[in-house]
């Protein structure tokens, strides 16, 4: 009975301190629910339920190494349909011996539309950053197949759904907003031998002309925008005429036709002076002083190094380094924000042989038989360009660079030389839409694979566009000769320089 006496309260105690300690268990417990979700040194030790996944429609696969670099467009002679449900054209290419690149064995990602669905944040995953799984939320994969997360601004969202449009496919849709500006007041930046509204043409349908995207929105081009985007930065073209015909499309652009004395001539600053007894600059560059914006082209037409080889003789032959990029881009790189590349259309005997330039490799005349054919030394010296252009990137990573697919030619029975004409007036006549999943400049898409530089793909969506060249109407061209290479402007460049500022 004693025993019983003194054990009861000893119970008693023991059992009241369990009591205490799961009530403190308890409340810890409790505590500690109710703030895990707002803890994220918490939250980031597990991992997460909802993480996210690429989209199954996102696949890599391998290029055929049997693949070979193909000549561009640049030489067509005759024409075949292709993917297009309005009838596309494009030119067979003449067979060449061709240099096989080693980035023809690279991996290519290949991102379908579906991955371009646009994203928008709701207040609610602003807040815990984190995206639903099931919702109606689409992630938007940039081009280089990185998912971001998180909390992006609305100017990050425009940017990552512009980069994931595909650009390539879409249509032509008449739109009465059209041009984006006058080519009867644009003669500050315009040639008179591209401004179309100057000379005897009188249909310009044409220049009502809108490029519609498939899968997403074209951002509306604005010259204010443009300027705000490239504040105290510098873009430059850097290519043939068809470069400087998008170079003067850009200035009319920004300008939107209109008189600019505040713009200011700045050539001298990158070298860009008439030489002696030349008649005119190798380039032209302006700046915005609003926004300390440089917008300059630069003439090299082949994209490789030009040396006289005798620099007292007026006649020089000049030494065509096949394995150098021009020195303009070595000189000024550094001072380049955009830069867009192109070439293709002087790379014939005739054009060499009229312009005196002679094949160098490893400083001496070329006596590689594979490279001197003119397709192989063409895609030689762009692969080399490239090639230098990319391992510069890492030392200027402020650089976005862009190399520019071919602008297509549309001679019909015969060339330039041969009584070859463009007399189609009528929009759209050979095709409207564009729905190929892989660009017609094979060569120009075989030469930025695996590198970081983007391909600025006009080629398919400009071959439809027959009706938009200079045409009988040039005011240069000797009497029966048609120039079906470069465009009137305004008109298709203009929707060059919309992709390039989308992309931008």
């Not at 409340?27 to 707002?38: A, G, K, P």
């Not at 067979?95 to 539309?113: G, H, L």
């Not at 240069?476 to 390039?500: F, K, M, R, Y």
């Amino acid at each position: 009975m004693r025993l019983r006496m003194k054990g009861t309260p000893y119970k008693m105690r023991w059992r009241a301190k369990e009591l205490s300690l799961a009530l403190i268990i308890l409340v810890c417990t409790t505590i500690f629910i109710l703030t895990w979700d707002r803890s994220p040194t918490l939250t980031s030790t597990l991992p997460s339920k909802n993480q996210l996944q690429l989209s199954p429609d996102i696949k890599t696969v391998p290029v055929d190494p049997k693949t070979h670099v193909k000549e561009d467009i640049s030489t067509l002679t005759r024409s075949e349909t292709v993917n297009n449900k309005e009838g596309q054209h494009v030119d067979k290419t003449r067979s060449t011996n061709t240099a096989k690149s080693s980035s023809d064995f690279e991996e290519v990602t290949i991102q379908k539309k579906e991955a371009a669905a646009k994203h928008k944040h709701s207040p609610k995953r602003e807040e815990t950053n984190v995206i639903e799984s099931g919702s109606d939320s689409k992630l938007i994969a940039e081009t280089n197949n990185v998912i971001l997360r998180g909390n992006t601004s609305e100017q990050e969202e425009k940017s990552m759904e512009h980069q994931a449009c595909d650009y390539r496919k879409g249509k032509w849709v008449i739109d009465d907003r059209r041009p984006l500006y006058s080519g009867h007041g644009c003669k500050q930046w315009l040639a008179p031998m591209w401004a179309c509204r100057m000379m005897q043409r009188q249909d310009f349908a044409f220049e009502k002309l809108r490029w519609q995207p498939k899968d997403c929105e074209m951002e509306e081009f604005e010259g204010s925008k443009f300027l705000k985007r490239m504040k105290d930065k510098t873009l430059a073209f850097v290519g043939d005429s068809l470069g400087r015909q998008q170079f003067q499309s850009l200035m009319c652009m920004i300008t939107a036709g209109k008189n600019s004395p505040d713009v200011l001539d700045v050539g001298k600053d990158y070298g860009l002076v008439i030489p002696p007894g030349g008649k005119r600059p190798n380039g032209w560059a302006y700046r915005f002083p609003s926004t300390n914006t440089t917008v300059l082209y630069y003439w090299s037409s082949t994209l490789c190094d030009l040396e006289p080889l005798n620099i007292l003789n007026p006649q020089t032959e000049y030494a065509m380094h096949l394995d150098r990029p021009p020195a303009f881009l070595r000189d000024f790189l550094d001072r380049i924000d955009v830069l867009v590349l192109n070439s293709g259309h002087h790379w014939n005997r005739g054009k060499l042989k009229a312009n005196k330039w002679i094949m160098y490799v490893g400083g001496e005349p070329n006596t590689n038989r594979r490279i001197a054919d003119m397709g192989s030394a063409k895609n030689f010296t762009i692969h080399s360009t490239l090639k230098w252009l990319n391992s510069q990137l890492p030392k200027h990573p402020h650089l976005k660079a862009f190399y520019r697919s071919i602008s297509p030619r549309h001679f019909v029975n015969g060339d330039w030389n041969s009584g070859g004409s463009c007399n189609n007036t009528i929009p759209m006549s050979i095709g409207k839409e564009v729905l190929q999943e892989e660009s017609t400049d094979q060569s120009a898409a075989n030469a930025v694979r695996g590198t970081r530089i983007a391909l600025l793909d006009i080629t398919a969506l400009s071959q439809v566009r027959d009706e938009g060249h200079i045409s009988r109407f040039s005011l240069t061209a000797s009497p029966g000769v048609q120039d079906c290479l470069h465009w009137c402007l305004p008109g298709v460049p203009d929707t060059w320089n919309e992709i390039l500022f989308a992309l931008i």
